[in-house]
């Protein structure tokens, strides 16, 4: 089965709010982590990504935090905008097992106006 | 840059039938991936090709599924024959290699199976 999982499936969130969804893996040999965005009728698109040997990643109104001791990942999303409103899934590479690139289930985001 | 590229974009068929999915992806790119992602859940990895070479293909059903990539550019997805659980999206993704590199997604091809 997968290894990575999100804890919520759906979260709403104010226009302009911060966002912050959250993601549990279990492969603690995993040690590249990637963030996707997936709008409705279209492919992921890449985020932000880390790697394990970093706690914390910052990008342009993103930051990816990686807790190693409790196998937890998370996306902050600052000033949510509806244009952030989208499923999004956290995606580890197993290394260990040819690089595989394995999906979480998702987290639906909905921005109110 | 050029994107992933897939066709084609819907597909409907009836059970038992047969049906093929194109991939052709970013040029250079070593790594490709397909993915079968069913409604509401996440993308499901099918099958990984580094080059012209199967990584990984411990979750494709190969009863009916079959993929190849042709002098590790192009990649053909078929499934032969469908069953109503296999209506979903197929996307396909490619990377410069799997080490420290995102994979870029094609749009995918939703195929519906009736």
Request: hydrophobic letters at 35%; one cysteine or more; glycine letters at 8%.
């Amino acid at each position: 089965g997968e290894s990575v999982g999100l804890h919520l499936p759906t979260l709403s969130v104010q226009e302009g709010d911060n966002s912050i969804i959250n993601c549990a893996y279990s492969n603690s040999a995993s040690d590249y982590f990637i963030w996707y965005k997936q709008e409705s009728g279209k492919g992921p698109q890449f985020i932000i990504d880390i790697r394990s040997n970093m706690d914390k990643r910052q990008g342009q109104r993103v930051t990816v935090l990686l807790n190693k001791t409790v196998k937890h990942l998370s996306l902050q999303i600052a000033a949510t905008q509806p244009g952030d409103s989208a499923v999004y899934f956290c995606a580890e590479i197993l290394y260990n097992q040819g690089g595989k690139l394995i999906f979480g289930q998702g987290t639906e985001l909905s921005v109110k106006p | 840059e050029a994107g992933v590229a897939q066709s084609p974009r819907y597909k409907i068929i009836e059970k038992r039938q047969s049906v093929a999915f194109w991939c052709n992806p970013i040029s250079g790119h070593a790594t490709l991936y397909w993915y079968q992602q069913i409604l509401g859940q996440g993308p499901k990895l099918l099958i990984q090709f580094q080059n012209n070479g199967v990584v990984d293909d411990s979750q494709l059903p190969k009863d009916r599924f079959s993929a190849e990539r042709l002098k590790g550019v192009d990649s053909t997805l078929k499934i032969q024959p469908a069953k109503l659980e296999d209506s979903a999206v197929y996307l396909c993704a490619s990377s410069l290699h799997s080490a420290y590199t995102e994979a870029f997604f094609g749009q995918g091809t939703r195929l519906t199976v009736v």
